[in-house]
C-alpha cells in the first residue's frame, strides 16, 4: 500500500495567517500517461464526514473559497489556506487515488492560535 | 442536489455480519464510482472499498476477504457486507460518490477515480 504522511499533526494559526499543510506519499502519485497528480485534500468538521476540497493536487472543487490551495507534484504536496478564517478550523486529510488501496494521510488538526 | 442516505444496524455482536445500505437521489448513478470508507480514532480513515453501476468491485485488500460491495441499479442504492465482525471494526462508516475521470492511453480507454465529493452522514458501528 501507498504510505500517506502529513506534517504536522496539529497547527496553530492566527486568524488571518497562512496555514501550510504537508503531505507525503511513499511513491509518486502522478500518472505520465495523463499528465495528473492523484492526490486529493479533503476537510473534515466535527461531527460531519469528509468534504473534498483539491482534486488532482491543486484543482479547487467547486464552491471552495479560493483561500484554498493545493500544489506540488510526485511525492510531496502542499495544502496552503492563504487567510485563516473563523470556519477554516478542521482536521484536514490527504489522499491518493494513483492505485488501490485509496489510503489517506493520518490528518492535520488546525486550530486558531 | 444529490444526497446519500445511508442505514443499517449499529450495534453488532462479534463474529456476525455487518450491513449497511446508501440510496443515492437526486442524481446519475452511472457514471460514478460508490465507496464505502471508515474511520476511528485510532486508524483514521480507511477506504473499504468501490462498486461501479455495472458492479465491478475493488476492495481493500486488508478487509478483501470479509467484504461484500453490491449494487442495485433499479433502485439507485448500493450495499456494504463486512462478516465476521470483531471489536476491530467499530467505527463509523461512510458511503461516498466517487468522481470518475476517462482518458484514452493509446488504443485503450482508461478509468479512474479521483475524489468523493458527496458522502452519506455516517453510520457508528459497534461491535460488542
Known amino acids: 500500500d501507498i504510505v500517506m504522511t502529513q506534517s504536522p499533526e496539529s497547527l496553530a494559526v492566527s486568524l488571518g495567517e497562512r496555514a501550510a499543510i504537508h503531505c507525503t506519499s511513499s511513491?509518486?502519485?502522478?500518472?505520465?500517461?495523463?499528465?495528473?497528480?492523484?492526490l486529493t485534500w479533503y476537510q473534515q468538521k466535527p461531527g460531519q464526514p469528509p468534504k473534498l476540497l483539491i482534486y488532482w493536487a491543486s484543482t479547487r472543487e467547486s464552491g471552495v473559497p479560493d483561500r484554498f490551495s493545493g500544489s506540488g507534484s510526485g511525492t510531496d504536496f502542499t495544502l496552503t489556506i492563504s487567510s485563516l478564517q473563523p470556519e477554516d478550523v478542521a482536521v484536514y486529510y490527504c489522499?491518493?487515488?494513483?492505485?488501490?488501496?485509496?489510503?489517506f494521510g493520518q490528518g492535520t488538526k488546525l486550530e486558531i492560535k | 442536489q444529490v444526497q446519500l442516505q445511508q442505514w443499517g444496524a449499529g450495534v453488532l455482536k462479534p463474529s456476525k455480519t455487518l450491513s449497511l445500505t446508501c440510496a443515492v437521489s437526486g442524481g446519475s448513478f452511472n457514471d460514478y464510482y460508490w465507496n464505502w470508507i471508515r474511520q476511528t480514532p485510532g486508524k483514521g480513515l480507511e477506504w473499504i472499498g468501490e462498486i461501479n453501476h455495472s458492479g465491478s468491485t475493488n476492495y481493500n485488500p486488508s478487509l478483501k476477504s470479509r467484504v461484500t460491495i453490491s449494487i442495485d441499479t433499479s433502485k439507485n442504492e448500493f450495499s456494504l457486507k463486512l462478516r465476521s465482525l470483531t471489536g476491530a471494526d467499530t467505527a463509523v462508516y461512510y458511503c461516498a460518490r466517487g468522481l470518475r475521470f476517462s482518458y484514452w492511453s493509446g488504443d485503450l480507454l482508461y478509468y479512474n477515480q479521483y475524489g468523493m465529493d458527496v458522502w452519506g452522514r455516517g453510520t457508528s458501528v459497534t461491535v460488542s
Open positions: 489522499q491518493q487515488y494513483y492505485t488501490a488501496p485509496y489510503t
Open positions: 511513491e509518486s502519485l502522478f500518472y505520465s500517461s495523463n499528465n495528473k497528480n492523484y
